[in-house]
């Protein structure tokens, strides 16, 4: 019924609402944007938002004509409203008056954050203060994304570059009130393996009676772009093990691998490739827990690990459930992990982004020597109206300051934009020096540990 009364646009159905914004006030607090499919918002009525236990009460309804908010007692189905009251929407909730209401699809933000800050409060005092404004903040922009370090006590925010974070900090500082202090920018890397290993790597639990044999390979193009468009869902709980194997089996995994899905984890996949093993269906929640923790922390650099499959080959348990406990599975699995990608060739991919330029022709070779300078590629130079238009890919890690000098290159005059294109691997030589940086940076040992570090030898 709420399908049809949607289709029909019914303003006395019931209220199914999309909260595409959340906006801050200083005097209203938050405000939840969206359209309103069917039904109708009145002050004072009784909302439920999908996936939260509690009914939430709207305080105001005004109607959103442009960028001003006009104040109504009501508003009917087909308009773009603005509640106040709902605390738990975010960017992407499903709004109504119906508890068991079906969400709508997610939002997919197809950049992902990475240049990451570490954001301190100047005064202790302004500490509390500085927590519930990060929280709103990161409700108000969905392509933030905020951690709390346990170790160190900061706060990282992490966001699309340098400026999208100047911005933020800037609205921390004068629109919220808080004196902040931030670190430098700091470029996020991903790990990943350049072919899968010769031969099963063997990882071992401490006592040494359960061992775990692994086989560690580049996932496929066709279902990496799947996860990213959003096709599969890697956040979701594998519900029918069968429509995702065929699923994978269309986008060309072998047929025997899309069957023995396990888990996903950002965009790894665990496969699991035995057959008829005692014990493992009750080790396998373990097996899985280890994996995510590994995909969390690469062995090379302590960065996430992006797009690899791992497929677990073989197994030998111990028949004592106390012996196969979590203090002997996990550690096993792990290293077996990070073994299998010690001999796999462990490669660091790093963040690259997309620049659009429009210059007027005479600054065209400054703004072309300032890119390759930046280990930057042109890949296309065009003309548009009276000014020449170059798009290029650069690193994210070369582009810190990159505003400044191409305005003090083109006196002011250069219009430029740029979006997020992905990871690339990064060339060996220039790797070394990066590990190294960042494993020092996190305390680490500068060099990393090799395949017989993992094996236990």
Request: hydrophobic content about 40%; charged content about 25%.
């Amino acid at each position: 019924p709420l399908g049809k009364q949607m289709l029909g646009c019914d303003p006395k159905g019931d209220v199914a609402l999309m909260v595409t914004k959340i906006i801050m006030d200083k005097q209203a607090g938050e405000i939840a944007i969206g359209r309103l499919f069917s039904g109708t918002v009145t002050k004072g009525q009784t909302l439920y938002v999908a996936g939260m236990p509690n009914a939430q009460r709207v305080q105001t309804v005004s109607l959103m004509v442009g960028a001003d908010r006009i104040t109504v007692e009501n508003c009917q189905a087909g308009n773009i409203v603005a509640v106040t009251g709902l605390k738990d929407a975010i960017a992407g909730s499903s709004v109504s008056t119906l508890k068991d209401m079906e969400p709508f699809e997610k939002m997919a933000h197809y950049s992902e954050p990475v240049v990451t800050k570490a954001l301190e409060a100047k005064n202790m005092k302004d500490l509390p203060k500085l927590v519930d404004v990060l929280r709103v903040i990161a409700k108000a922009d969905p392509s933030l994304s905020i951690e709390i370090n346990n170790e160190t006590g900061q706060h990282l925010m992490s966001g699309m570059g340098e400026l999208h974070l100047e911005i933020t900090e800037y609205r921390i500082i004068n629109e919220q009130g808080v004196d902040i202090k931030s670190s430098p920018p700091i470029v996020v890397y991903r790990e990943c393996v350049k072919a899968a290993n010769k031969t099963e790597f063997e990882g071992k639990s401490p006592n040494k009676h359960n061992k775990f044999y692994f086989i560690v390979e580049p996932l496929e193009e066709a279902v990496l772009e799947a996860i990213r468009t959003g096709a599969i869902d890697v956040d979701a709980k594998i519900k029918d093990p069968k429509a995702v194997a065929k699923q994978l089996t269309d986008l060309g995994v072998d047929k025997d691998e899309a069957k023995g899905i396990v888990a996903f984890k950002n965009n790894n996949m665990l496969v699991d490739c035995t057959k008829g093993i005692q014990y493992l269906h009750e080790t396998m929640e373990l097996v899985k827990q280890s994996f995510e923790e590994a995909m969390l922390r690469g062995p090379l650099a302590n960065e996430k690990v992006g797009g690899i499959k791992v497929k677990l080959m073989d197994a030998k348990l111990h028949e004592d459930t106390i012996h196969r406990g979590p203090a002997q599975v996990i550690p096993a699995v792990r290293d077996g992990i990070y073994g299998a990608m010690c001999s796999a060739g462990r490669v660091l991919l790093e963040p690259m982004q997309k620049e659009f330029i429009s210059v007027p022709p005479d600054f065209v070779g400054g703004v072309t020597n300032l890119i390759t300078q930046r280990r930057g590629t042109i890949l296309e130079m065009g003309q548009d109206g009276a000014d020449s238009t170059l798009v290029a890919e650069c690193p994210v890690a070369e582009m810190f300051g990159f505003s400044g000098d191409l305005r003090g290159q083109t006196q002011g005059r250069a219009i430029w934009s740029s979006e997020n294109s992905g990871f690339k691997m990064m060339m060996p030589d220039l790797q070394k020096k990066v590990v190294v940086e960042i494993r020092t940076r996190k305390g680490l040992n500068p060099e990393p540990y090799d395949e017989k570090y993992y094996s236990g030898l």
